[in-house]
């Protein structure tokens, strides 16, 4: 099966819902994304996921960036999956590195909360990445393919979990790999997928994410075994975002 390609953005904390300038643009801009040869999500703040779901645009989904491991409950400023799911979403972002970093996630926190995301019917967006220092010595591969092997469930398919590869270093600093440098990460995660999951390791979509922009989507998607972006920055601003979906129009 080969991966469907998905341009997600990651608006992080970033969208006020009174600011109605920001659903207009969205709308401006879903005209165009509906046309592309891939899907299209946006994951806005928590906030913006019930506005977002329910503003019928069409050829567009809409997830989260975060969840809790657990239903319901006593966890003060947590969010669960079935909440996220009852506001419309359906995708959720595990993993992501500022989450690894501010947060203290770890691998097996992650892959928790990518199963309740899964058990809940959601698709989950698993991210990894290496550090600067860890490029630096050598350790990339070691890294990249330690947190895919621990924080992806067993429950994970190619229908209901996609990767996401995100350098640190690239997010957010304006700074990309190469393209032969995303391809061999890529290229082996995809081995690694093929290793565990057989066969079907091959439908896995791998996005590569950091410091993506119109300039550079298209060179970066055409790259061995990248399936599509997640993008942060460029997300805010529906011109871009539409021009990195360029790549698959
Ligand atoms: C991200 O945070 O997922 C990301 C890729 O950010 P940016 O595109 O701004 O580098």
Redesign the pocket.
């Known amino acids: 099966m080969k991966p469907t390609a998905l341009v997600a953005g990651?608006w992080?904390m970033n969208g006020l819902a009174s600011s109605q300038a920001e659903l207009e643009a969205l709308a401006a801009m879903l005209k165009e994304g509906g046309k592309a040869a891939c899907d299209v999500l946006i994951c806005p703040p928590f906030t913006l996921v019930s506005a977002f779901a329910t503003a019928g645009y069409t050829g567009i989904a809409i997830g989260a960036q975060d969840c809790h491991t657990a239903a319901s409950g006593a966890h003060t400023g947590d969010i669960s999956v079935e909440m996220l799911r009852d506001a419309g979403a359906s995708y959720v972002i595990v993993g992501?590195?500022?989450r690894r970093a501010d947060h203290a996630e770890t691998d097996a926190l992650v892959a928790q909360k990518a199963a309740a995301v899964l058990g809940a019917g959601l698709k989950a967006i698993v991210?990894v990445g290496e550090t600067e220092a860890e490029r630096d010595a050598g350790r990339t591969l070691e890294v990249v393919l330690s947190q895919i092997g621990q924080s992806l469930p067993d429950a994970a398919t190619a229908e209901n979990t996609i990767v996401?590869y995100?350098p640190v270093w690239?997010?957010?600093?304006g700074r990309t790999p190469t393209v032969e440098d995303v391809a061999e990460v890529h290229t082996a995660i995809r081995k690694s997928l093929v290793e565990r999951f057989g066969d079907a390791g091959e439908g896995f979509a791998i996005l590569y994410?950091?410091?993506?922009k119109p300039s550079n989507a298209a060179e970066l998607m055409a790259a061995a075994n990248v399936n599509g972006a997640?993008?942060?920055?460029?997300?805010l601003k529906a011109a871009d975002f539409n021009g990195i979906i360029d790549a698959y129009r």
Not at 170 to 173: L, S, V
Not at 209 to 212: A, I
Not at 230 to 235: D, R, T
């Open positions: 990651n992080k992501h590195s500022e991210c996401a995100e690239a997010i957010g600093t994410g950091g410091s993506v997640l993008v942060g920055g460029a997300s």
